[in-house]
Each structure stands twice: as structure tokens, then as C-alpha cells.
């Protein structure tokens, strides 16, 4: 008999902690989506964040204190915007993690609960990938297993940091999906640190190369003001 799973996630200095039921059946119930709402950008200083959609009963937290003075109000606040009182926003109050959105537009609303994807742990990512809620990325054509996720953006000896290639999948074929990437590396003359990097540039135009773009057009400003005569910033 198949039992509910767990998804677990935390925000940044761990002082709140969550977990979400998840049942057998949860992937016709939960959702993943993008919220661009001028709202979410301001809270989330992000164009698009990524929200796990659930019914509420399903999410359980609870809060950790880390010295005596720190009250559960003080760890876990709450932000309600003055032009929509219906709507709350839950985040540390020491890291500023956000975590969850909850609003109450309609009886059917109130019984969800929208989870901030990226507060997820790292292992919560496999259940959401088998259940089909999000795509069950491979690496280079390897098995499915946990390296799904190794896509590596900086390493040295003893620490390496892992995108999300599932990330590339959802946005495919949206105004997201039109990026292009470069990548670079180097290795420290002592050869035990080695940077890894990656820029990712979106562009509106499919045939031009962003990138030039936007060096070229600080190059004219720049040698529009390099004139003998000081000019006045407007």
C-alpha cells in the first residue's frame, strides 16, 4: 500500500521550517506556476518567481528560535498590502526568506496555499519530478537520479553549488525559453580553486545577440558625454 510522502523546506537561516503532505494522488491537485503580478515582483525582487500551488490542510510549519528574545511573531511575519487586504505574504523575519502567498478572492482560493518553490529542499525536487508536477530533467543523458540537478555553476575543493535544469524545461518555448548562455572557467595558479562561470541573457529579438546589444549602446552614451564640454545629467 503507497504511503504519502513528504516535501520539506526551510527558509535561509532555518529559523522556519515547513512540510507539505504529499498524497499518492497530489499531482492532479498540485500545481506549479510563474506569478508576474507587479505585487509579487516587489515582494520577491524578481520578475517571475515560481510557486507550488497546494490545498492548505496539506502544509504544516513551525518555527525555531534560535536565542530566548525571539518571539514566533518576530520569525515567521506576515505582509499584507493596504490595497489588498485579502492577500498575505509569509516570510522570515530575520533572513527575509519569502516563503508562502495566501489570499482569500474567493471561498475556493482560501483553501490554497501558494508555496514559494525555491524554499524547497533539494530532495523535495525528486518527489515533485516523479509525480510529473515538475519535468523529470536528466543530466547529459544520464540516469534519472539525484545528479539531475547538477548543473554547475561555481566549485572548488570542498564546495559546489547545483542549479535546476527542470527550470530550463518549464520555460521552453515561453518568453522565458529565449536565452542564451555563455561560459567560462578558470583555474587559480595554486590549482586548488577553480571558477566556473555562466551569463544568461534574455532577448526579445530571437536573431540578435543581446549581449552586444547592450554593450554597444553604453558605448554611445559614453562617448556622447566624452566631449571637451561637461555635459548636464537629466
Not at 19 to 26: G, L, R, S, T, V
Not at 59 to 83: K, L, M
Not at 202 to 223: L, Y
Request: proline share 4%.
Amino acid at each position: 500500500m503507497a504511503t504519502d510522502q513528504s516535501l520539506q523546506g526551510e527558509c535561509s537561516c532555518g529559523r522556519n521550517q515547513y512540510i507539505i503532505i504529499f498524497p499518492e494522488n497530489a499531482s492532479s491537485v498540485a500545481k506549479v506556476f510563474f506569478e508576474s503580478s507587479s505585487d509579487s515582483r516587489r515582494a520577491h525582487s524578481s520578475p517571475y518567481t515560481a510557486f507550488l500551488r497546494v490545498p492548505l490542510p496539506w502544509f504544516q510549519s513551525t518555527t525555531y528560535a534560535f536565542y530566548p528574545n525571539e518571539a514566533h511573531a518576530d520569525i515567521r511575519r506576515v505582509f499584507t498590502p493596504w490595497h489588498a487586504p485579502q492577500t498575505k505574504r509569509h516570510f522570515c523575519g530575520f533572513c527575509g526568506t519569502p516563503l508562502t502567498a495566501w489570499n482569500e478572492e474567493s471561498s475556493e482560493e482560501a483553501e490554497m496555499v501558494s508555496v514559494n518553490l525555491a524554499s524547497l529542499r533539494s530532495n523535495s525536487f525528486d518527489i515533485l519530478a516523479d509525480a510529473g508536477v515538475l519535468p523529470s530533467a536528466t543530466l547529459g543523458g544520464e540516469s534519472k537520479d539525484s545528479g539531475r540537478f547538477e548543473s554547475m555553476i561555481l566549485q572548488d575543493h570542498a564546495t559546489r553549488r547545483k542549479g535546476q535544469p527542470w527550470f530550463e524545461e518549464i520555460t521552453e518555448g515561453s518568453e522565458l525559453g529565449r536565452m542564451t548562455r555563455r561560459r567560462g572557467g578558470e583555474t587559480s595558479l595554486d590549482g586548488k580553486t577553480r571558477v566556473e562561470w555562466e551569463i544568461v541573457e534574455f532577448s526579445n529579438d530571437d536573431g540578435a545577440d543581446s549581449g552586444e546589444g547592450v554593450i554597444g549602446t553604453a558605448k554611445r552614451k559614453h562617448d556622447e558625454l566624452a566631449g571637451g564640454e561637461d555635459v548636464a545629467m537629466r
